[in-house]
């Protein structure tokens, strides 16, 4: 019997496991994907918000404005590709004008600092990338990027290390209250007990509330295309560029990701349901003429990946975190869309205490330690530093993924360290491998032999990302 | 700092065959260093036959032409570091590599690129669809099958017909798995002649040329993918959409020269071959640094690679020997019906012939190029057939370069 069961290893679910983990409580993680962050936490922007765009008084105006700086220190704290850029959000008429000098007074009513109002050539000074059409400005200097999947692997790891389990492969199926708590079922028969029950199944959590017996709101999947550009366009802005909202939506930005390459994105549709994930042509086509109309001399030729993430978003555009009214001992953190990256350290500080609120006796774990170890990212070391590390660790002596200066030793980490890699995938969002230019293309027969090795599976059920993804057919 | 008179970066056909000639043309300390456990490149996975038969007259598998290397290089006792991954080169020529004892730094008195090429990948052409397990790059699969000894896909469709794509459906259908289709985007096939009629039509493999695939299926593994023809803009042409069942798509849409090390150094590149800017001798814009083989420009025939190497090889030992001071260069350009002129530029100086290699724009019948300065001509060459899967070479003779100042251009004219 834990204290607290979450449904979902997403960015939320991590962040809030991570947070529950600096009290005496016993916390486990349920996640049907053969990884943590397979949702939207690995398919959005990656953007820290500054905070002017969610309507005052509104829960996402007062997590996100209360977030950012948290976002940054948890990231600094588990060694996350973090970066404090700074955002630009473009207007290209003078009804646009109205609109940048309309964010800037929401933004100083949810109290965001810093932020100002610049011309158009100012903000071409800036960013000299910027269409000549750009009329004017709404600069956020407390705006910034981050790597999504990495905070997201970085907070259940911290987790685990101070205790939580995961179980991953874990699609629950049936949730049950009973006298003492909840059961949550999977469908592979396996059934975990918990006294309370967080609902963080991100673009599934009404059907988990539903499943508990509480399904009183439905999720509006709604999709997002992005292309990625190799590094070498990485520098082609140093702000995140927004533009203005309009009616195709918030907007296609162009961005530096916390990696430095840089992303392009997201359109916005209405698709089936959260496992939408497939692009379009139309939609790419979109990301690229609307990305031009910020940045005319983003070159496309550059892609090295297309993708698509599924917001969880609901009619009433708030998030949802709350205890249910008619299930006791289940609280609902649903409906983190944009800004709920920004929010999540946020978030997991108000779940906890919303449990608190709710009963959970929460006495602080004298032996938390919330810092995680840095990955010796070789890219990030002077060669000195490299040669040093290599002669304690003849691992970190072999490269394995050349586009992105990934080591053996970076990739056995990952397989080891929590939470474990178990996947192709697995293994890409945690040392980069595969990620680079050539896509894995030289790398991937590599890293599948080392991923048979450290996990003692056979080559032949390697998989790309769990269940039915197996790279191979068998032996020759 | 190590100190070696030739740094090879890359072990591949280019490294070797550069490696054996500065060694035989009196350059003895020699390195090369390969990221790989064993010298070979590519050449290790490419188990057909068809290597060598221009430059050793002989036919041999891939991992028997790099043999025949390996064994002249052992036999020269030229340095080899193995499982040793290049991070970075300096104009200065000092080489930074790493290896399982650390990292290392060399100081070369002349340094050859010759890192090789990889492939296009799925992102860079970016096909809409999901992402499913089973989308491999040619190459990658090549390497499963024949290094690994793993069957990758029973139903295949591939995209792009340039020869590693046509080999490799060959190579699956020997091992029993079904290739549906091969969609070539462009109306004619970039790969060899001899490729599509031995490893398609021996095989009843249909080839659809102006077709792309313009969805992939499937969210776990590949399901199928949606192929369509394109039109002259190559825009899918919607109404062709047809769905194909299969489990494994292939790709083979190009190679791209692997020049992350030479940027990095300055080195100037040619946009169009991907390459560095060369001479005749292969030595780039940065003096005593040459470039060789599928890093330089994407070569047909591991034989042409062969012969590229040796001429930067010399090219490397001739400046390490006698440090020339610089002498003015005209440069090549590229006429009607011609993509590209490599070298790009050329001492005219009438000290030696100079060869000219070159690709087409598109497939042309009987043609005559023309090698020509201004109003003067150099040379012509007449062929019955050009196609932009075939490197073209002409030669021009030492007296022809004498008194030629401005640019030199080829071109052709269909007869």
Redesign the interface.
Known sequence: MYDVIIVGAGVIGGMLARELTRYRLSVCLLEKENDVACGASKANSGIVHGGYDPTPGTLKAKLNTAGVEKLFAAAAELHVPCTRCGSLVVAFSAEEDEIVKALLERGLINGVKGLSVLTGDEARALEPALSPDVTSALSVPNAGVVCPYQLTIAAVGNAMDNGAALQLNFEAVAVSREADGFTVTAADGRAVKGRYLVNCAGGHADQIAAMAGDGFFTLIPRAGEYMLLDKAEGGRVRRTIFQVPTKEGKGILVTPTADGNLLTGPTATHVESAESTETTPAGLETVARLAAKSVPSVNFRQVITSFTGVRASVAGGDFIIEPSKTVQGLLHVAAIDSPGLTCCVAIAEYAVGLLQSMGLAAEKNPTFNGARADVHAFRHMSNEERDAYIKEHPDYGKIICRCETVTEGEIRDALRRNPPANDIDGVKRRTRAGMGRCQGGFCMPYVMRLISEERDVNMTDVTKNGGASKQLKGRI | MKYHDIVIIGGGPAGMAAAVAAYDAGVTDVAILD?EETLGGILKQCIHNGFGLHKLGRELTGPEYADVYRAEVEKRGIAVYT?T?V?AVSPERVV?A??????L?MQAGAVVLAMGC??R????L?I???????VY?A??AQ???N????????RVVILGSGDIGLIMARRLSL?GAKVEAVCEIMPYSGGLIRNIVQCLEDFGIPLYLSHTV??IHG???VEGVTIAEVDDKRR?IEATKRYIPC?TLLLSCGLIPEN?LTRAAGIPMDPVTGGALVDEHRETAVPGIFACGNVLQVHDLVDYVSDEAEIAGVGAASFVKNQKAKRPVIATKAGNGVRYVLPQQVHADGSEDISLFLRVTKPFGKVRYTVSAGERVLATANRLKAAPGEMEKITVGRDKWQGVAGPVTVSLEEL
């Open positions: 990221r499982d991954m991070t930074t790493q290896n399982r004892t650390g990292v730094t990889r492939e990948s799925r992102g860079a970016n809409s669809g999901t992402r499913p397990a089973g790059s190459g990658t390497k499963l099958m290094c690994e000894g793993y069957r990758v896909g029973e091992e313009a969805e969210r776990r593994r899918v489990d992350e």
